[in-house]
Protein backbone atom coordinates (compact mmCIF):
# COMPACT_ATOMS: atom_id res chain seq x y z
CA UNK A 1 0.00 0.00 0.00
CA UNK A 2 1.35 3.40 -0.79
CA UNK A 3 1.82 5.38 1.73
CA UNK A 4 0.02 9.10 1.84
CA UNK A 5 2.21 12.02 0.15
CA UNK A 6 2.89 14.88 2.68
CA UNK A 7 1.53 18.44 2.01
CA UNK A 8 3.79 20.79 0.62
CA UNK A 9 5.96 22.72 2.85
CA UNK A 10 4.45 26.68 2.76
CA UNK A 11 7.29 28.96 2.35
CA UNK A 12 8.11 30.72 5.41
CA UNK A 13 6.52 34.08 3.80
CA UNK A 14 3.14 32.49 3.50
CA UNK A 15 3.43 30.63 6.87
CA UNK A 16 3.85 34.41 8.38
CA UNK A 17 0.89 35.74 6.14
CA UNK A 18 -1.53 33.35 7.05
CA UNK A 19 -0.98 33.06 10.92
CA UNK A 20 -1.34 37.32 10.51
CA UNK A 21 -4.55 37.26 8.69
CA UNK A 22 -5.75 34.19 11.11
CA UNK A 23 -5.13 36.36 14.38
CA UNK A 24 -7.23 39.41 12.44
CA UNK A 25 -9.81 37.21 12.11
CA UNK A 26 -9.67 36.02 15.61
CA UNK A 27 -9.47 39.25 16.99
CA UNK A 28 -12.45 40.73 14.57
CA UNK A 29 -14.67 38.31 16.76
CA UNK A 30 -13.81 40.47 19.76
CA UNK A 31 -13.70 43.72 18.24
CA UNK A 32 -16.49 46.35 19.62
CA UNK A 33 -18.82 47.59 17.41
CA UNK A 34 -17.53 50.81 14.89
CA UNK A 35 -19.08 53.48 17.18
CA UNK A 36 -17.82 52.06 20.00
CA UNK A 37 -14.48 53.40 19.03
CA UNK A 38 -15.47 56.63 20.28
CA UNK A 39 -17.25 55.95 22.82
CA UNK A 40 -15.30 56.43 25.65
CA UNK A 41 -14.26 60.08 23.37
CA UNK A 42 -15.04 62.92 25.54
CA UNK A 43 -18.53 64.06 24.61
CA UNK A 44 -20.58 67.05 25.34
CA UNK A 45 -23.79 66.72 26.35
CA UNK A 46 -26.21 68.74 24.07
CA UNK A 47 -29.21 70.39 25.52
CA UNK A 48 -32.10 72.82 24.01
CA UNK A 49 -30.97 76.25 23.41
CA UNK A 50 -27.46 74.90 22.73
CA UNK A 51 -24.85 77.33 20.78
CA UNK A 52 -21.00 76.79 20.27
CA UNK A 53 -18.52 77.54 17.42
CA UNK A 54 -16.05 75.38 16.43
CA UNK A 55 -12.64 74.84 14.66
CA UNK A 56 -11.85 71.50 12.77
CA UNK A 57 -8.75 70.59 12.32
CA UNK A 58 -7.20 67.72 9.71
CA UNK A 59 -8.01 64.42 11.38
CA UNK A 60 -10.31 65.56 14.18
CA UNK A 61 -13.55 64.38 15.36
CA UNK A 62 -15.94 66.16 17.57
CA UNK A 63 -18.07 64.30 19.87
CA UNK A 64 -21.62 65.47 21.10
CA UNK A 65 -24.24 63.00 23.43
CA UNK A 66 -28.24 63.39 24.21
CA UNK A 67 -30.33 61.24 26.28
CA UNK A 68 -33.56 60.79 23.92
CA UNK A 69 -36.47 58.79 24.97
CA UNK A 70 -38.14 56.27 22.14
CA UNK A 71 -39.69 58.60 19.81
CA UNK A 72 -38.20 61.57 21.07
CA UNK A 73 -35.80 63.91 18.23
CA UNK A 74 -33.18 66.01 18.40
CA UNK A 75 -33.56 69.19 16.19
CA UNK A 76 -30.74 71.70 15.16
CA UNK A 77 -28.07 72.13 12.38
CA UNK A 78 -24.35 72.80 12.08
CA UNK A 79 -23.94 75.27 10.04
CA UNK A 80 -20.55 75.16 8.40
CA UNK A 81 -18.09 77.79 7.81
CA UNK A 82 -15.14 76.84 5.63
CA UNK A 83 -15.03 73.28 6.29
CA UNK A 84 -16.96 70.54 5.08
CA UNK A 85 -18.35 68.57 8.21
CA UNK A 86 -20.30 65.12 7.83
CA UNK A 87 -22.45 64.24 11.27
CA UNK A 88 -22.64 60.05 12.64
CA UNK A 89 -25.09 59.35 15.11
CA UNK A 90 -24.60 56.40 16.64
CA UNK A 91 -27.19 54.62 19.12
CA UNK A 92 -26.50 53.10 22.40
CA UNK A 93 -25.35 50.40 21.65
CA UNK A 94 -22.54 52.10 19.43
CA UNK A 95 -23.48 51.26 16.13
CA UNK A 96 -23.92 53.57 13.38
CA UNK A 97 -27.33 54.72 12.09
CA UNK A 98 -26.73 57.39 9.41
CA UNK A 99 -24.39 60.25 8.29
CA UNK A 100 -25.44 63.51 7.34
CA UNK A 101 -23.91 65.03 4.52
CA UNK A 102 -25.61 67.80 2.82
CA UNK A 103 -24.00 68.30 -1.06
CA UNK A 104 -23.41 71.96 -0.37
CA UNK A 105 -19.86 71.97 -0.02
CA UNK A 106 -18.43 73.97 2.71
CA UNK A 107 -20.48 76.43 3.48
CA UNK A 108 -24.27 76.47 4.36
CA UNK A 109 -26.55 74.30 7.01
CA UNK A 110 -26.24 70.53 7.91
CA UNK A 111 -29.72 69.92 9.49
CA UNK A 112 -30.08 68.13 12.67
CA UNK A 113 -33.18 66.29 12.57
CA UNK A 114 -33.40 62.58 14.07
CA UNK A 115 -36.10 60.63 16.19
CA UNK A 116 -34.54 58.27 18.37
CA UNK A 117 -35.59 54.52 17.85
CA UNK A 118 -35.08 53.51 21.55
CA UNK A 119 -34.34 55.11 24.20
CA UNK A 120 -30.92 55.86 25.87
CA UNK A 121 -28.19 57.99 24.91
CA UNK A 122 -27.13 59.07 21.40
CA UNK A 123 -23.12 60.24 20.29
CA UNK A 124 -23.05 62.61 17.40
CA UNK A 125 -19.81 62.60 15.89
CA UNK A 126 -18.64 65.67 13.67
CA UNK A 127 -15.89 65.02 11.47
CA UNK A 128 -14.41 66.61 8.47
CA UNK A 129 -16.23 65.20 5.03
CA UNK A 130 -14.02 63.36 2.63
CA UNK A 131 -11.09 65.88 1.03
CA UNK A 132 -12.30 68.64 2.79
CA UNK A 133 -9.74 71.23 4.39
CA UNK A 134 -10.07 71.96 8.20
CA UNK A 135 -12.46 75.31 9.82
CA UNK A 136 -15.03 76.17 11.53
CA UNK A 137 -18.18 75.37 12.28
CA UNK A 138 -21.26 76.74 14.98
CA UNK A 139 -23.69 74.12 15.97
CA UNK A 140 -26.90 75.38 17.51
CA UNK A 141 -29.59 72.91 18.83
CA UNK A 142 -33.52 74.00 18.47
CA UNK A 143 -34.86 71.81 20.54
CA UNK A 144 -35.00 68.00 22.18
CA UNK A 145 -38.60 67.00 22.04
CA UNK A 146 -39.96 64.42 24.30
CA UNK A 147 -42.24 61.97 21.79
CA UNK A 148 -45.34 63.50 22.64
CA UNK A 149 -44.16 66.51 21.31
CA UNK A 150 -42.36 64.87 18.65
CA UNK A 151 -45.49 63.01 17.66
CA UNK A 152 -47.00 66.55 17.65
CA UNK A 153 -44.11 67.83 14.95
CA UNK A 154 -44.24 65.09 12.35
CA UNK A 155 -48.50 65.26 12.65
CA UNK A 156 -48.30 68.55 11.75
CA UNK A 157 -45.80 67.92 8.57
CA UNK A 158 -47.53 64.57 7.37
CA UNK A 159 -51.12 66.34 7.59
CA UNK A 160 -50.83 69.66 6.10
CA UNK A 161 -54.63 70.15 6.08
CA UNK A 162 -55.98 71.81 9.44
CA UNK A 163 -58.96 69.40 9.27
CA UNK A 164 -56.67 65.95 9.00
CA UNK A 165 -54.03 67.54 11.75
CA UNK A 166 -57.07 68.29 13.74
CA UNK A 167 -58.84 64.67 13.48
CA UNK A 168 -55.08 63.08 14.11
CA UNK A 169 -55.42 64.75 17.52
CA UNK A 170 -59.22 62.91 17.94
CA UNK A 171 -58.28 59.71 16.65
CA UNK A 172 -55.38 59.19 18.69
CA UNK A 173 -58.10 59.59 21.57
CA UNK A 174 -61.03 57.84 20.02
CA UNK A 175 -60.32 55.83 16.92
CA UNK A 176 -63.97 55.78 15.71
CA UNK A 177 -63.39 59.83 15.14
CA UNK A 178 -62.01 58.48 11.48
CA UNK A 179 -65.54 57.24 10.39
CA UNK A 180 -67.54 60.09 11.62
CA UNK A 181 -65.12 62.47 9.88
CA UNK A 182 -65.65 60.39 6.69
CA UNK A 183 -69.47 60.25 6.96
CA UNK A 184 -69.44 64.02 7.43
CA UNK A 185 -67.98 64.31 4.57
CA UNK A 186 -70.57 62.80 1.96
CA UNK A 187 -71.95 65.20 -0.20
CA UNK A 188 -69.35 67.69 0.08
CA UNK A 189 -66.09 65.84 -1.48
CA UNK A 190 -62.44 66.94 -0.92
CA UNK A 191 -61.35 69.19 1.79
CA UNK A 192 -60.84 72.73 0.29
CA UNK A 193 -58.83 74.95 2.38
CA UNK A 194 -57.09 78.54 2.48
CA UNK A 195 -53.52 78.79 2.04
CA UNK A 196 -51.58 81.08 5.06
CA UNK A 197 -50.53 84.28 2.60
CA UNK A 198 -52.00 83.30 -0.71
CA UNK A 199 -55.69 83.96 -1.04
CA UNK A 200 -55.26 83.02 -4.92
CA UNK A 201 -54.69 79.30 -3.72
CA UNK A 202 -56.36 76.62 -1.87
CA UNK A 203 -55.35 72.94 -0.58
CA UNK A 204 -57.12 70.62 -1.62
CA UNK A 205 -57.08 67.17 0.16
CA UNK A 206 -58.68 64.22 -1.61
CA UNK A 207 -60.15 61.27 0.51
CA UNK A 208 -60.75 57.91 -0.56
CA UNK A 209 -62.32 55.56 1.89
CA UNK A 210 -60.61 51.70 1.45
CA UNK A 211 -61.71 48.30 1.26
CA UNK A 212 -59.41 45.72 3.70
CA UNK A 213 -58.02 44.53 0.08
CA UNK A 214 -56.64 48.33 -0.84
CA UNK A 215 -52.99 47.79 -1.54
CA UNK A 216 -52.50 51.55 -2.68
CA UNK A 217 -54.25 54.42 -4.14
CA UNK A 218 -53.20 57.47 -6.48
CA UNK A 219 -55.50 60.30 -7.37
CA UNK A 220 -56.05 59.98 -11.36
CA UNK A 221 -56.51 63.23 -13.61
CA UNK A 222 -56.51 66.60 -11.98
CA UNK A 223 -53.98 68.81 -11.42
CA UNK A 224 -50.98 66.18 -11.58
CA UNK A 225 -52.98 63.75 -13.94
CA UNK A 226 -49.86 64.83 -16.50
CA UNK A 227 -47.74 63.54 -14.53
CA UNK A 228 -48.96 60.27 -13.38
CA UNK A 229 -51.13 61.60 -9.90
CA UNK A 230 -50.80 62.04 -6.39
CA UNK A 231 -50.19 58.60 -4.49
CA UNK A 232 -52.49 58.44 -1.51
CA UNK A 233 -51.35 57.92 1.92
CA UNK A 234 -53.01 55.63 4.83
CA UNK A 235 -54.53 57.94 7.82
CA UNK A 236 -53.31 56.50 10.58
CA UNK A 237 -54.04 52.64 10.50
CA UNK A 238 -57.68 53.17 9.60
CA UNK A 239 -59.22 52.86 6.19
CA UNK A 240 -58.65 56.56 5.40
CA UNK A 241 -56.15 57.51 2.21
CA UNK A 242 -55.39 60.97 1.78
CA UNK A 243 -53.21 63.06 -0.70
CA UNK A 244 -53.02 67.29 -0.41
CA UNK A 245 -52.06 69.56 -3.19
CA UNK A 246 -52.00 73.60 -3.69
CA UNK A 247 -54.09 74.77 -6.62
CA UNK A 248 -54.89 78.16 -7.75
CA UNK A 249 -58.51 79.55 -6.50
CA UNK A 250 -60.17 79.77 -9.76
CA UNK A 251 -59.37 75.90 -11.11
CA UNK A 252 -62.02 73.68 -12.39
CA UNK A 253 -61.33 70.03 -12.92
CA UNK A 254 -62.48 66.34 -13.27
CA UNK A 255 -60.39 63.79 -11.20
CA UNK A 256 -60.83 60.22 -10.03
CA UNK A 257 -59.07 57.24 -8.16
CA UNK A 258 -57.36 54.65 -9.16
CA UNK A 259 -56.26 51.78 -6.70
CA UNK A 260 -54.70 48.43 -6.54
CA UNK A 261 -56.80 45.95 -4.53
CA UNK A 262 -54.72 43.15 -3.56
CA UNK A 263 -56.25 39.17 -2.36
CA UNK A 264 -54.30 36.52 -0.74
CA UNK A 265 -55.66 32.61 -1.66
CA UNK A 266 -55.31 29.45 -0.85
CA UNK A 267 -54.83 27.30 2.49
CA UNK A 268 -52.06 29.38 3.55
CA UNK A 269 -52.72 32.86 1.41
CA UNK A 270 -49.83 31.88 -1.06
CA UNK A 271 -51.30 33.21 -4.07
CA UNK A 272 -51.21 36.68 -4.45
CA UNK A 273 -53.53 38.41 -7.34
CA UNK A 274 -53.89 42.25 -7.75
CA UNK A 275 -56.00 44.47 -9.79
CA UNK A 276 -56.48 48.01 -10.91
CA UNK A 277 -59.96 49.55 -9.83
CA UNK A 278 -61.33 52.98 -11.14
CA UNK A 279 -63.40 55.00 -9.54
CA UNK A 280 -65.30 58.48 -9.29
CA UNK A 281 -64.77 60.14 -5.87
CA UNK A 282 -68.19 58.69 -3.61
CA UNK A 283 -68.22 61.69 -0.94
CA UNK A 284 -68.40 64.15 -4.05
CA UNK A 285 -71.75 64.51 -5.32
CA UNK A 286 -70.42 66.56 -9.01
CA UNK A 287 -69.47 64.54 -11.65
CA UNK A 288 -68.36 65.25 -15.56
CA UNK A 289 -67.68 62.86 -17.98
CA UNK A 290 -67.51 59.88 -15.65
CA UNK A 291 -64.96 61.56 -12.88
CA UNK A 292 -65.74 63.99 -10.25
CA UNK A 293 -66.02 67.23 -11.05
CA UNK A 294 -64.24 69.99 -8.19
CA UNK A 295 -64.96 73.46 -8.83
CA UNK A 296 -62.96 76.22 -6.52
CA UNK A 297 -64.31 79.04 -4.94
CA UNK A 298 -63.25 81.18 -7.56
CA UNK A 299 -63.95 79.55 -10.53
CA UNK A 300 -65.66 81.64 -13.12
CA UNK A 301 -69.45 80.65 -13.88
CA UNK A 302 -70.38 79.26 -16.72
CA UNK A 303 -73.40 81.38 -18.01
CA UNK A 304 -73.08 80.59 -21.47
CA UNK A 305 -73.79 77.22 -20.96
CA UNK A 306 -77.32 77.51 -19.15
CA UNK A 307 -80.22 76.62 -21.83
CA UNK A 308 -82.55 79.86 -21.13
CA UNK A 309 -86.13 79.65 -22.20
CA UNK A 310 -86.82 83.29 -23.35
CA UNK A 311 -83.98 83.18 -25.67
CA UNK A 312 -84.37 82.54 -29.27
CA UNK A 313 -82.67 79.17 -30.30
CA UNK A 314 -81.12 78.61 -33.36
CA UNK A 315 -81.62 75.71 -36.39
CA UNK A 316 -80.43 72.05 -35.91
CA UNK A 317 -79.73 69.97 -38.47
CA UNK A 318 -77.80 67.31 -40.61
CA UNK A 319 -76.42 67.02 -44.18
CA UNK A 320 -74.09 63.93 -45.82
CA UNK A 321 -71.56 65.60 -47.89
CA UNK A 322 -70.12 63.97 -51.03
CA UNK A 323 -66.45 65.18 -50.65
CA UNK A 324 -64.33 64.40 -54.06
CA UNK A 325 -60.64 65.22 -51.96
CA UNK A 326 -61.84 62.17 -49.75
CA UNK A 327 -63.21 60.18 -52.30
CA UNK A 328 -66.48 59.27 -49.84
CA UNK A 329 -69.54 60.42 -48.25
CA UNK A 330 -69.19 62.43 -45.23
CA UNK A 331 -71.78 63.29 -42.10
CA UNK A 332 -72.15 67.19 -40.93
CA UNK A 333 -74.33 68.61 -38.12
CA UNK A 334 -75.75 72.26 -38.84
CA UNK A 335 -76.32 75.04 -36.79
CA UNK A 336 -77.83 78.26 -37.73
CA UNK A 337 -78.24 81.21 -35.51
CA UNK A 338 -82.03 82.25 -35.16
CA UNK A 339 -80.98 85.70 -37.44
CA UNK A 340 -79.02 83.44 -40.14
CA UNK A 341 -81.18 83.80 -42.86
CA UNK A 342 -81.74 87.27 -42.86
CA UNK A 343 -78.00 88.68 -42.09
CA UNK A 344 -74.84 87.61 -43.79
CA UNK A 345 -73.27 85.02 -41.00
CA UNK A 346 -70.17 83.94 -39.62
CA UNK A 347 -69.27 80.21 -41.32
CA UNK A 348 -67.90 78.12 -38.27
CA UNK A 349 -65.98 75.03 -38.74
CA UNK A 350 -65.74 72.57 -36.14
CA UNK A 351 -64.06 69.76 -36.18
CA UNK A 352 -64.92 66.87 -33.62
CA UNK A 353 -68.38 67.37 -34.31
CA UNK A 354 -69.86 65.18 -31.32
CA UNK A 355 -67.80 66.50 -28.86
CA UNK A 356 -69.26 70.25 -29.78
CA UNK A 357 -73.03 69.44 -30.74
CA UNK A 358 -73.28 68.30 -27.43
CA UNK A 359 -76.12 69.46 -24.84
CA UNK A 360 -75.58 71.38 -21.70
CA UNK A 361 -75.82 68.11 -19.88
CA UNK A 362 -73.63 66.15 -21.56
CA UNK A 363 -70.02 65.70 -21.03
CA UNK A 364 -68.92 67.94 -24.03
CA UNK A 365 -68.65 71.47 -25.32
CA UNK A 366 -72.69 72.62 -25.90
CA UNK A 367 -71.32 74.92 -29.31
CA UNK A 368 -75.39 75.12 -30.10
CA UNK A 369 -76.55 76.80 -26.37
CA UNK A 370 -73.65 79.05 -26.44
CA UNK A 371 -73.77 80.61 -29.71
CA UNK A 372 -77.69 81.01 -28.67
CA UNK A 373 -76.46 82.99 -25.71
CA UNK A 374 -73.71 84.98 -27.43
CA UNK A 375 -76.12 85.73 -29.84
CA UNK A 376 -78.56 86.96 -28.05
CA UNK A 377 -76.62 88.75 -26.02
CA UNK A 378 -74.86 90.81 -29.19
CA UNK A 379 -71.76 89.38 -28.28
CA UNK A 380 -71.55 87.81 -32.05
CA UNK A 381 -73.51 88.50 -34.75
CA UNK A 382 -75.49 85.60 -36.99
CA UNK A 383 -73.96 82.17 -37.57
CA UNK A 384 -73.86 78.96 -39.12
CA UNK A 385 -71.78 76.22 -37.70
CA UNK A 386 -70.84 73.07 -39.53
CA UNK A 387 -70.11 70.04 -36.83
CA UNK A 388 -67.89 67.35 -38.55
CA UNK A 389 -68.80 64.45 -37.36
CA UNK A 390 -65.76 62.17 -37.01
CA UNK A 391 -65.67 58.35 -38.73
CA UNK A 392 -65.08 55.24 -36.64
CA UNK A 393 -61.45 54.49 -35.98
CA UNK A 394 -60.76 57.68 -38.57
CA UNK A 395 -60.31 60.75 -35.88
CA UNK A 396 -56.32 60.94 -35.64
CA UNK A 397 -56.01 59.85 -39.39
CA UNK A 398 -58.10 63.18 -40.48
CA UNK A 399 -57.00 65.70 -37.79
CA UNK A 400 -53.21 64.73 -38.38
CA UNK A 401 -51.62 66.56 -41.27
CA UNK A 402 -54.21 65.41 -43.86
CA UNK A 403 -53.73 67.51 -46.65
CA UNK A 404 -57.14 65.67 -48.29
CA UNK A 405 -59.16 66.22 -45.19
CA UNK A 406 -57.79 69.40 -44.84
CA UNK A 407 -58.87 70.24 -48.54
CA UNK A 408 -62.43 69.03 -47.56
CA UNK A 409 -63.39 70.90 -44.65
CA UNK A 410 -61.31 74.01 -46.08
CA UNK A 411 -63.02 73.83 -49.53
CA UNK A 412 -65.43 71.74 -50.04
CA UNK A 413 -67.29 72.16 -46.72
CA UNK A 414 -66.35 76.53 -47.31
CA UNK A 415 -67.83 76.29 -50.78
CA UNK A 416 -70.86 74.17 -49.91
CA UNK A 417 -71.97 76.38 -47.40
CA UNK A 418 -71.94 79.58 -49.49
CA UNK A 419 -73.88 77.86 -51.97
CA UNK A 420 -76.72 77.12 -49.07
CA UNK A 421 -76.44 79.98 -46.75
CA UNK A 422 -76.08 83.70 -46.04
CA UNK A 423 -72.02 83.70 -45.42
CA UNK A 424 -70.25 86.63 -45.60
CA UNK A 425 -67.47 87.15 -47.93
CA UNK A 426 -63.58 86.59 -47.39
CA UNK A 427 -61.80 84.18 -45.23
CA UNK A 428 -61.62 86.88 -42.55
CA UNK A 429 -65.54 85.40 -41.86
CA UNK A 430 -64.46 82.12 -41.53
CA UNK A 431 -63.23 79.93 -38.29
CA UNK A 432 -61.57 76.93 -37.97
CA UNK A 433 -62.43 75.32 -34.43
CA UNK A 434 -60.91 72.24 -32.63
CA UNK A 435 -59.59 71.12 -29.42
CA UNK A 436 -56.60 68.44 -29.24
CA UNK A 437 -55.73 67.09 -32.23
CA UNK A 438 -58.77 69.19 -33.71
CA UNK A 439 -56.40 71.94 -32.87
CA UNK A 440 -53.62 71.49 -34.41
CA UNK A 441 -56.04 70.78 -37.56
CA UNK A 442 -57.36 73.86 -37.45
CA UNK A 443 -54.52 75.76 -37.53
CA UNK A 444 -52.98 73.31 -40.44
CA UNK A 445 -56.07 73.93 -42.13
CA UNK A 446 -55.92 77.63 -41.83
CA UNK A 447 -52.11 77.56 -43.18
CA UNK A 448 -52.98 75.44 -46.32
CA UNK A 449 -56.17 77.42 -47.25
CA UNK A 450 -55.41 81.37 -46.16
CA UNK A 451 -57.77 81.57 -49.10
CA UNK A 452 -60.87 80.33 -47.15
CA UNK A 453 -60.32 80.43 -43.44
CA UNK A 454 -59.28 83.11 -41.76
CA UNK A 455 -59.60 82.50 -38.06
CA UNK A 456 -58.80 80.12 -35.72
CA UNK A 457 -59.91 78.44 -32.46
CA UNK A 458 -57.36 75.87 -30.59
CA UNK A 459 -58.26 74.77 -27.20
CA UNK A 460 -55.09 72.68 -26.38
CA UNK A 461 -54.00 72.07 -29.52
CA UNK A 462 -51.32 69.23 -30.17
CA UNK A 463 -48.79 71.00 -31.91
CA UNK A 464 -46.27 68.61 -31.16
CA UNK A 465 -47.21 67.10 -34.14
CA UNK A 466 -45.38 66.20 -37.34
CA UNK A 467 -46.12 66.31 -41.09
CA UNK A 468 -45.77 62.78 -40.89
CA UNK A 469 -48.68 61.97 -37.83
CA UNK A 470 -47.79 60.86 -34.90
CA UNK A 471 -49.25 58.57 -31.53
CA UNK A 472 -49.89 60.30 -28.04
CA UNK A 473 -46.36 58.29 -27.37
CA UNK A 474 -44.30 60.47 -29.34
CA UNK A 475 -42.25 62.85 -27.07
CA UNK A 476 -42.02 66.21 -27.29
CA UNK A 477 -39.94 67.61 -29.07
CA UNK A 478 -40.35 65.82 -31.61
CA UNK A 479 -36.84 64.44 -33.87
CA UNK A 480 -37.26 66.93 -36.39
CA UNK A 481 -36.70 69.59 -33.64
CA UNK A 482 -40.65 70.80 -33.18
CA UNK A 483 -44.13 70.50 -34.49
CA UNK A 484 -44.76 70.89 -38.25
CA UNK A 485 -47.56 73.89 -37.58
CA UNK A 486 -44.79 75.50 -35.35
CA UNK A 487 -42.34 75.13 -38.01
CA UNK A 488 -44.78 75.89 -41.10
CA UNK A 489 -45.85 79.05 -39.53
CA UNK A 490 -42.36 80.35 -38.21
CA UNK A 491 -40.53 80.22 -42.21
CA UNK A 492 -43.32 81.08 -44.05
CA UNK A 493 -44.70 84.20 -45.34
CA UNK A 494 -46.97 85.57 -42.38
CA UNK A 495 -50.61 85.15 -43.61
CA UNK A 496 -53.92 87.35 -42.96
CA UNK A 497 -55.02 84.98 -40.17
CA UNK A 498 -56.32 85.63 -36.75
CA UNK A 499 -55.90 83.45 -33.56
CA UNK A 500 -57.47 81.95 -30.64
CA UNK A 501 -55.55 79.47 -28.19
CA UNK A 502 -56.08 78.09 -25.02
CA UNK A 503 -54.56 76.10 -22.87
CA UNK A 504 -54.80 74.65 -19.35
CA UNK A 505 -51.49 74.74 -16.86
CA UNK A 506 -52.25 71.37 -15.35
CA UNK A 507 -52.08 69.56 -19.04
CA UNK A 508 -48.75 67.49 -19.84
CA UNK A 509 -46.08 70.23 -19.56
CA UNK A 510 -43.55 68.66 -21.97
CA UNK A 511 -45.63 68.54 -24.83
CA UNK A 512 -49.12 70.36 -24.77
CA UNK A 513 -48.27 73.40 -22.46
CA UNK A 514 -45.09 73.50 -23.93
CA UNK A 515 -46.14 73.45 -27.68
CA UNK A 516 -49.10 75.75 -27.26
CA UNK A 517 -46.71 78.81 -25.79
CA UNK A 518 -43.99 78.02 -28.53
CA UNK A 519 -47.04 78.56 -31.18
CA UNK A 520 -48.34 81.25 -29.76
CA UNK A 521 -44.50 82.79 -29.50
CA UNK A 522 -43.91 82.16 -33.12
CA UNK A 523 -47.51 83.51 -34.11
CA UNK A 524 -46.38 86.86 -31.96
CA UNK A 525 -43.04 86.73 -33.61
CA UNK A 526 -44.92 86.71 -37.14
CA UNK A 527 -46.74 89.81 -36.07
CA UNK A 528 -50.25 87.63 -35.87
CA UNK A 529 -52.79 88.91 -34.00
CA UNK A 530 -53.47 86.41 -31.12
CA UNK A 531 -55.70 86.04 -28.36
CA UNK A 532 -53.91 83.43 -25.55
CA UNK A 533 -54.87 82.22 -22.33
CA UNK A 534 -53.99 79.94 -19.95
CA UNK A 535 -56.55 78.39 -17.35
CA UNK A 536 -56.54 76.49 -14.67
CA UNK A 537 -57.50 72.76 -15.91
CA UNK A 538 -56.55 70.09 -17.48
CA UNK A 539 -57.06 68.52 -21.00
CA UNK A 540 -60.65 68.06 -20.95
CA UNK A 541 -63.84 69.74 -22.19
CA UNK A 542 -64.92 71.11 -18.86
CA UNK A 543 -62.17 73.46 -19.80
CA UNK A 544 -62.78 73.80 -23.21
CA UNK A 545 -66.63 75.01 -21.94
CA UNK A 546 -64.81 77.40 -19.98
CA UNK A 547 -62.45 79.37 -23.09
CA UNK A 548 -64.86 78.96 -26.13
CA UNK A 549 -67.15 81.84 -25.86
CA UNK A 550 -64.23 83.87 -24.92
CA UNK A 551 -62.06 83.21 -27.88
CA UNK A 552 -64.48 83.49 -30.03
CA UNK A 553 -65.82 86.92 -29.14
CA UNK A 554 -61.99 87.87 -29.55
CA UNK A 555 -62.23 86.83 -32.92
CA UNK A 556 -66.32 87.44 -34.48
CA UNK A 557 -66.97 89.51 -31.26
CA UNK A 558 -68.97 92.91 -32.22
CA UNK A 559 -66.59 94.25 -29.85
CA UNK A 560 -63.37 92.54 -30.13
CA UNK A 561 -60.85 92.29 -27.40
CA UNK A 562 -58.03 90.69 -26.07
CA UNK A 563 -56.49 90.17 -29.25
CA UNK A 564 -52.53 91.08 -29.31
CA UNK A 565 -50.66 91.85 -32.42
Not at 219 to 246: C, D, K, N, T, W
Not at 254 to 271: D, H, K, N
Request: contains cysteine; hydrophobic residues 40%; aromatic residues 8%.
Amino acid sequence: MRKPRPAPALPISQIAIATLMALIACLALFAPPLGAIGASAPAISLSRGYLATEVLGNGETNWYSVELEEGGAILGEADQEGVDVALDIYDPAGRKLLTIDSPNGAVGPEPIDFTAPVKGTFRMAIRQSSGSAPGRYKIAIRDILTADANAARLAALRYPSPALASLWQQARKEPAAVERFVAGRTGKGPLIEAVAGDPSARRVTYLYQASPDTEAVRVSAGPHGASGGLLMSRFLQSSLFYASEIVPSDARFTYGFASIESQRLGPQGEVLISSDHFSTDPLNPKSFGGRALLELPDAKPQSELADRPAVSKGRLSTARIRSAALGETRPISIYQSPTSDRRRADLLIIFDGQLYASKPDEDGVPVPTILDNMVAEGRIGPVVALFIDNLPGRRDQDLSANRAFNDFAAKELVAWARAHYRIADGPRHVVAIGSSLGGFAAVYCAFRHPENVGNVLSQSGAFWLTEKGATWRSPYPNPSGTGIAIELYRTAPRLAARFALSVGRFEDSTSLFAANREMRDVLLAKHYPVDYVELNGGHEPIAWRSSFANSLTALIGTRRKGIHS
